[in-house]
């Protein structure tokens, strides 16, 4: 038992990396800081920034309160709204897939990780759960990293959306650039590829029956 257990300390670290990663994929899923957009009419923007995400668009602005108060205002995207650009619905999707995937990978690492330390030697089961797991991380990771990548190009060529009237916001920025949650998506990739890494390459030990039987 105690060289089945000692083969695990990778996948251990699969699953830290794992629940980590997916926490921050979670974190970037919701941050509405994707895109940091510099604007020059502060007539209702009033800071001249607003942050747009993957579910709303939100700026700060003195309209409507007390002087020396400021408001977040916030629209959020329709699924019909036809102006919302690809990369932005692409995140939608992508990112609930892969707090899914994540999710089934790291039910497949507990259920691995709890068969070697209760000591239930099944070496086909062991084996397929952490192999299991491991794919759901390396997909988790690459739904993340289409979206990640592809708002971080759109940031870097300050391209445009074609707002409503009703949003109060300018077509195209003066500037514009990355918010906190690519970053934030970045690391949750590369946690989460290592954690598939580390749960591919496990290896179920061949002294370990006769240990047991021992």
């Known amino acids: 038992m105690r060289s089945l257990v000692s083969t695990s300390h990778l996948q251990l670290a699969a699953f830290a990396l794992g629940t980590v ?13 994707w895109r940091v957009w510099h604007v020059d009419n502060t007539t209702v923007i009033s800071s001249g920034i607003a942050w747009v995400g993957i579910w709303r ?14 408001e977040q205002f916030c629209h959020k995207f329709g699924v019909l709204d036809s102006f919302v650009p690809h990369e932005i619905y692409a995140a939608q999707g992508l990112l609930l897939i892969a707090l899914i995937m994540g999710l089934l990978g790291l039910t497949a690492t507990v259920f691995a990780l709890r068969n070697i330390y209760m000591g ?3 070496k086909t089961l062991i084996t397929r759960f952490f192999l299991v797991g491991g794919f759901f991380y390396i997909f988790s990771g690459l739904c993340v ?9 759109s940031v ?8 409503p009237p009703s949003y109060y916001m300018p077509s195209s920025p003066v500037t514009q650039e ?16 290592l954690s598939g890494t580390f749960s591919l390459s496990y290896r179920f030990p061949v002294t370990s029956n006769t240990i047991m039987q021992s």
């Open 21 to 33: 990663g997916w926490i921050m994929c979670a974190i970037s899923m919701g941050l509405v800081e």
């Open 57 to 70: 668009v939100c700026f700060i602005s003195y309209l409507h309160v007390s002087p020396g108060y400021k």
């Open 120 to 122: 239930i030697v099944d």
């Open 145 to 153: 990293l289409v979206p990640v990548s592809w708002n971080f190009y």
């Open 156 to 163: 870097t060529h300050n391209e445009s959306i074609a707002f």
């Open 178 to 193: 990355v918010g906190a949650a690519i970053p934030i998506g970045i690391i949750a990739v590369i946690l989460l590829l």
